[in-house]
């Protein structure tokens, strides 16, 4: 099954121990990216990438770090973790022949709920 | 910066009847494309409808249709004969041609009452 899949579904933290949230795709995705969802304001960009070696900021950055080593997996790294970095992450994927296409829409991953205390 | 906003945070319908949640947006674009996402208690996001802004026709998908308004910058989305699996949190989304980055609404909680 064609699926974006992101662990820990559930996690429950404390201030400044570093964690990693994981994504892998199954569909040979070269565009992956990352966003939060708080209530009240949608789901926001963190991060993205739109190959392997190539990753780029997106409208709320600070506070998290990404890698794209491998075409399947885009995980997502807070160093060090506050309070407000408690939210629900998405990781999403689309394919990319080489240029953007609209046809080409962008499959979610189930969601990450993250509570740094 | 192009923004997304929805005026309606909750919405209720009646099971069997249709409801039209707002989406207004805001963009110099004129190459762009516009989404209609749901998600259901199960948080997963779900895509419903899409909208190229240089067609004129309004998209449909069975029981969900599209109110395009280019010139005014809405994209309203009705959903017709309403059942209990439709309630859901339901955020309105605007794509550039260049990129694809989303750019969401608030949302809109939809109840369904039986």
């Known amino acids: 099954e064609a699926q974006v899949t992101q662990n820990p579904r559930y996690l429950i933290t404390v201030t400044g121990k570093k964690l990693t949230v994981t994504c892998s795709q199954n569909m040979n995705h070269e565009y992956m990216s990352w966003y939060r969802q708080d209530p009240g304001l949608g789901l926001r960009q963190i991060y993205y990438?739109?190959?392997?070696?190539?990753?780029d900021k997106g409208d709320v950055p600070e506070g998290y770090k990404v890698s794209r080593k491998e075409k399947r997996n885009f995980p997502l790294i807070l160093e060090s973790p506050s309070p407000n970095q408690t939210s629900l992450y998405f990781c999403?994927?689309?394919?990319?022949?080489?240029?953007?296409?609209?046809?080409?829409?962008?499959?979610f991953g189930a969601g990450s709920r993250l509570t740094v205390l | 910066a192009q923004t997304v906003t929805q005026s309606q945070p909750e919405m209720s319908v009646q099971e069997a009847e249709t409801v039209t949640l707002s989406c207004t947006y805001d963009t110099s674009e004129s190459d762009y494309y516009l989404f209609w996402y749901k998600q259901p208690p199960s948080r997963q996001m779900i895509l419903v409808i899409r909208?190229?802004?240089?067609?004129?026709q309004n998209a449909t998908e069975n029981r969900f249709s599209v109110n395009f308004q280019k010139a005014a910058k809405s994209f309203s989305l009705k959903i017709s004969d309403s059942q209990l699996g439709d309630a859901a949190m339901y955020f309105c989304?605007?794509?550039?041609?260049?990129?694809?980055?989303?750019?969401f609404g608030k949302g809109t909680l939809l109840t369904v009452n039986p």
């Open positions: 999403a994927s689309s394919l990319h022949s080489g240029r953007i296409s609209g046809a080409n829409v962008l499959t």
């Open positions: 909208q190229e802004a240089y067609k004129q």
């Open positions: 990438s739109m190959n392997v070696e190539v990753t």
């Open positions: 989304a605007y794509r550039r041609s260049s990129n694809y980055k989303l750019t």
